[in-house]
């Protein structure tokens, strides 16, 4: 095991699997595990100052994924010349690994991650429709203009569909509703008339399964209900 407090230049690199990072969406996780292992070593939080970080395959709205954290801290001339220390995070400690970091494609990967300064994010030359399916994967809150987007190209928005399955694409819809008008007319018809009530319409009306899954799902991330049976 090393020692708690390391100097730099060190890069410190952990795996660990997307549904065992704490946090509320993919900004929340990342700056979790970030403080995590500042923590750990330095005994302080993440500093953008001082500390730069890379993530791989963090696609924290799959579950059982794994992903790996890169933190960088200080200067070298020489790559290297950087000591790398590698670990595990089971979802409740940091397990010293060094045999993690032998792993041929690991160092395929973050061998390609230079030590000083990143270079720019490339994201914005992706296709809208990747960018979009990417954001889901990866749990990043959607744009309004994004989603007026995927409105107006259905032949995008169909494609974003076959290619993050149901479960993502069902959230893409509950926030969508959650962002209109459909929304806010949904959530006032509840309050007003109450979900058994309008769940009873809707069946008498032949609203498929998939619509009523739908709209609970909105109820629930409204705080309308709970994520249990229905009240």
Same mark, same amino acid.
Not at 33 to 38: D, E, G, K, R, V
Not at 143 to 157: G, I, K, T, V, W
Not at 166 to 177: A, H, P, R, T
């Given at each position: ?8 230049? *060190?890069? *410190? ?6 549904? =065992?990072?704490?946090? $509320? ?13 500042? !923590? ?10 001082? $500390? ?81 399916? =990417? ?17 107006? $190209? ?42 058994? !009530?309008? =769940?009873?319409?809707?069946?008498? =009306? ?5 619509? *009523? ?19």
């Amino acid at each position: 095991m090393p020692p708690n407090f390391i100097k730099p230049p *060190i890069r *410190i690199l952990v795996q660990t699997l997307t549904h =065992l990072v704490r946090g $509320h969406r993919n900004p929340d996780k990342r700056m979790f595990m970030l403080n995590l292992i500042c !923590r750990y070593h330095w005994n302080r939080n993440f500093s953008p100052a001082e $500390h730069r970080w890379t993530t791989y395959n963090d696609f924290f709205a799959l579950r059982d994924q794994p992903c790996f954290f890169v933190l960088d801290y200080g200067q070298a001339p020489d790559d290297a010349e950087v000591r790398v220390l590698s670990y595990v995070w089971d979802g409740r400690t940091l397990e010293y690994a060094p045999f993690f970091n032998q792993d041929p494609l690991i160092q395929a990967k973050v061998n390609g991650i230079p030590f000083g300064q990143r270079p720019p994010r490339t994201e914005e030359t992706r296709p809208k429709r990747e960018v979009i399916r =990417l954001k889901l994967a990866r749990d990043i809150e959607l744009e309004d203009e994004e989603f007026r987007y995927m409105r107006e $190209h259905p032949e995008d928005a169909q494609w974003v569909r076959d290619n993050v399955g149901v479960e993502l694409w069902w959230k893409y819809n509950e926030e969508e509703m959650l962002r209109t008008g459909w929304g806010v007319v949904v959530v006032v018809v509840v309050v007003v008339w109450g979900f058994n !009530r309008l =769940l009873m319409r809707m069946l008498l =009306l032949g609203c498929g399964d998939e619509m *009523i899954v739908l709209l609970r799902g909105c109820f629930v991330r409204a705080g309308i209900m709970g994520g249990g049976g229905f009240p």
